[in-house]
C-alpha cells in the first residue's frame, strides 16, 4: 500500500504563518500542507507594517533566541536582496537614525553581528535632527534591510501554492477544532492566539500609521512613538503602541500626533501626500511563545502542535528564522515517530 501523506495545517496566513508554511513545504517530503485562515494579504497585519527589519516590540524574549531568528532572516533576505527580483518582493537595503532620549539606554552587545552594520551617531548627525524646541544628544546609526509584506506576502503564498500547498479561507476558533484532521498543526495566529488558544498572556498591541508619497526621504528615522520607514514606493509614518486597545478604526487624535511627531523629525514630511491611513494590532506577550505541545481530545486523539506567535512588532524580523525553528520541532516530531503512521 503506498504511504499517504503527512498532513500538516499552518493557522494564520500572516508573515509568520506563510513563512513557516514556506519553509516546510520546501523542506519536508511527502507532505499535504494547508494554511487556515480568516484572512490573507493585503488583509493582514503584516501588510501595513514597515517592513523595517530591526527588533520592535518583542517583550522579554531571550536575546539569545532573538539574535539567532534575526541572523537567519537577515541571512534569507540577503539572498533575495542579491537576487534580481529584490524590487518585486519589496526586499531592500535601509540605513537608520535611531535616536535615543538622555534616560535610555542601548545595550549595543544585544546586536552585535546581527545587523549589517551599528555604531553611535555622530554629533553632526544628531544635530540634523535637533531643533531649539529639542536637542538630541545620543542615538545609533544602523545599516539592515525592509521586507515589505504588501509584495512579500503575495510571493510566499505564491511559491507555497507551486509547491503544492493549499489554502482555507476559515476561522479557526480553537486549536482543538483540528484534532483527528492533522498530524501536526503549526499555530501562527497572531493577536487572535489568545482566543484561539485560550492563553491569557496574549495582548493587542495597536499600531497606526500613515502611508505618504515622499520619494525624497531616503533613511529611517525612529525616535520613542514616532518612526519614518521608507519604502520602495511609500513612506511609512508612525506611529502607536497602545496595549490592551482592539480598536481598528483610524483615530483622528493618533493620526495629528503621529504628523507632528514625525514632522518635528523631518518637517517635510507635512508636504507629502497621505496614500493610507490604516491601523493594526500587532500580537503583544510577554515574550515569544515557539515551542512544542501535544493535545488530546480526552479519547484516542492526539494532536502535535507548535506554538508561533508573540512577535509583538517584530513579526517580518524574526519570521524565517522562527521558520526554521519550526521546522526543526517538525523533524524532531517526525524522527521520534510522534507522528502516528498513516498508511
Known sequence: MSEKKLKIAVIGAGIIGCTSAVVLIESIPNVDLTIISEKFTPNTTG????????????????????????N???????????????????????????????REVFNYSDFDNVMISQRPMTSSELKQFSSPQK??????YVTTYY?????????????????????????????????????????????????????????????????VSAPWIKHCVMAGNHYIIPNSDTVVLGGTKQLNNWNTNVDPIDSKDIMDGCSQLIPSVRT???????????????????????????????????????????????????????????QQIIASNNVKSRL
Not at 74 to 101: C, P, R, V, W
Not at 135 to 140: E, F, L, N, R, S
Not at 158 to 169: E, P, Y
Not at 183 to 198: L, Q, S, Y
Open 72 to 102: 537567519d532572516t537577515m541571512a534569507y533576505l540577503k539572498q533575495h536582496f542579491q537576487s534580481s527580483d529584490s524590487g518585486k518582493l519589496g526586499i531592500g537595503l535601509l540605513s537608520m537614525y535611531y535616536l535615543l532620549e538622555d
Open 135 to 140: 536637542q538630541w544628544t545620543k542615538g545609533v
Open 147 to 211: 521586507a515589505e509584506c504588501r509584495k512579500l506576502l503575495p510571493y510566499l503564498l505564491q511559491q507555497f501554492k507551486s509547491k503544492g500547498g493549499k489554502v482555507c479561507q476559515q476561522r479557526v476558533d480553537s486549536v482543538r477544532q483540528l484534532i483527528g484532521k492533522y498530524d501536526i498543526v503549526i499555530n501562527c495566529p497572531g493577536v487572535e492566539a489568545g482566543k484561539c488558544t485560550a492563553d491569557q498572556s496574549v495582548h493587542p498591541i495597536r499600531g497606526q500609521v500613515y502611508r
Open 272 to 330: 507629502a501626500q497621505i496614500v493610507d491611513e490604516w491601523v493594526g494590532l500587532r500580537p503583544g506577550r510577554h515574550e515569544v511563545r515557539l515551542e512544542r505541545e501535544v493535545i488530546s481530545d480526552g479519547q484516542s486523539h492526539q494532536l502535535q502542535v507548535i506554538h508561533n506567535y508573540g512577535h509583538g512588532g517584530s513579526g517580518v524580523t524574526l519570521s524565517y528564522g522562527c521558520a526554521q525553528e519550526v521546522l526543526d520541532y517538525v
Open 47 to 70: 501588510d501595513g507594517s514597515g517592513g523595517l527589519i530591526y527588533p520592535y516590540l518583542p517583550g522579554s524574549t531571550d536575546s539569545k533566541r532573538i539574535k539567532k531568528w534575526i
